[in-house]
């Protein structure tokens, strides 16, 4: 169990790297809540890959596309915790006027935040994901 701990954390460190450069890339080019939901999926698709045919090559019990809808279904709650916690973060670190601007500044206007601080907004969302997708991937995905 322990060396499967290892691995995963090593594919979901790998997968914060992708997630991180994902976004920062995109975050001058669209608004921030496409490109967070962007980076979070495409990085899904890599630790998917990753821990298919390293971390988990012996429990695969079922065929591919079997495992990776699993997987997605047991990413999507990591994911929705990522992306609220990032969100949140983000309304508490912006000044904003009202509902309207705020609405306007995650959904068609691209954020205008540092990208260290949104790196560090965005692993905080990461970590508090981490847990809840390793549970599901050794119970649900892989068990």
């Known amino acids: ?29 669209i608004p921030i809540a496409f490109s967070l ?3 979070i999926e495409i990085s899904i698709l890599f630790n998917f890959i990753l821990n298919d045919i390293w971390t ?6 079922s065929p591919l596309i079997f495992r990776i809808l699993k997987f997605h279904l047991s990413s999507l709650v990591g994911g929705v915790v990522q992306y609220l916690i990032v969100i ?3 309304i508490l670190l912006v000044h904003y006027g009202d509902l309207t601007e705020l609405l306007f500044l995650l959904f068609f206007s691209t954020l205008r935040m540092s990208s260290i601080y949104l790196a560090i907004v965005n692993f905080l969302g990461i970590v508090g994901g981490f847990i809840i997708r390793f549970i599901l991937s050794i119970k649900y995905v892989w068990g």
């Open 88 to 90: 949140s973060l983000i």
């Open 37 to 39: 939901a962007l980076a």
């Open 56 to 61: 988990f090559k012996d429990n695969r019990n």
């Open 1 to 29: 169990m322990l060396e499967k701990i290892i691995k995963y954390a090593i594919v979901g460190g790998l997968g914060t790297i992708v997630n991180e450069g994902v976004l920062l890339t995109l975050k001058p080019i």
